[in-house]
């Protein structure tokens, strides 16, 4: 899909010059890789303190009994 944007000059040669990367296309690419990435790494930290946990669970207990399982 072509697309046509205008993107400040000084912006693109500065991130030419911070990364290897060769043509625009490359940083534009990477440019959204890294928002998408960060977008959903917020969506995760929103869910923090929205998950019920179990104080009592012993997961110590639980690894045991697998292992138990696995040994047979």
């Keep these: 899909m ?14 030419l010059a911070l990364r ?5 296309e490359d940083i534009i690419k990477t440019a959204l890789q890294e928002y998408i990435q960060r977008r959903r790494q917020l969506q995760i930290i929103e869910l ?20 138990q399982t696995l040994k047979l």
Excluded at 2 to 15: F, H, P, S, V
Excluded at 48 to 67: E, G, H, L, M
């Design 2 to 15: 072509q697309n046509t944007l205008n993107i400040d000059e000084t912006l693109l040669a500065e991130a």
């Design 20 to 24: 290897d990367h060769q043509t625009t």
């Design 48 to 67: 923090f303190d929205t998950i019920d946990y179990d104080p009592d669970y012993d997961y110590k207990q639980q690894r045991y009994a697998v292992s």
